[in-house]
């Protein structure tokens, strides 16, 4: 997981608590420029997927591979410089008067089918 230097909530203890020591496994990395962030994982082969409301179908891209999921901030969403240097834009189709979901709720849906695609025999 990369993350900013700045401007983000950082409560390790909650986020401990909440992901029951899950959180340990994850590495994390802090990042002062994201778009700096973005040019290094893609010249390391990432293809580099945004989640946005406005994308195509989660389950209509090859998520196979070395794979990283840009998110947003909830309300704000991702940043227009770092849409534009994304390979794609995804999102999770919804039904009804929904039409976004909080940020943990989309990171688990974008996440686990990332992972259903990877070990998906094909």
Same mark, same amino acid.
């Given at each position: %997981? ?5 401007? #983000? ?21 802090? /990042?002062?420029?994201? $778009?700096? /962030?973005?040019? #290094? ?9 945004? /989640? ?18 840009? $998110? ?6 991702? &940043? ?10 995804? &999102? ?22 990332? %992972?259903?695609?990877? #070990?998906?025999?094909?």
């Amino acid at each position: %997981m990369i993350t900013r230097k700045r401007r #983000i909530a950082k409560y390790a203890e909650v986020i401990s608590k909440t992901s029951s020591g899950a959180s340990a496994w994850v590495p994390v990395a802090e /990042a002062a420029n994201l $778009l700096r /962030a973005v040019e #290094i994982l893609k010249d390391g082969g990432f293809w580099v997927y945004g /989640a946005d409301t406005e994308g195509e179908e989660l389950w209509s891209k090859d998520l196979r591979g070395r794979t990283a999921v840009i $998110l947003g901030g909830e309300g704000s969403g991702i &940043s227009k410089i770092l849409k534009e240097n994304c390979d794609a834009l995804i &999102s999770i189709p919804s039904k009804g008067r929904l039409d976004s979901l909080n940020v943990s709720v989309a990171a688990g849906v974008l996440f686990y089918e990332v %992972m259903r695609q990877g #070990i998906k025999k094909g």
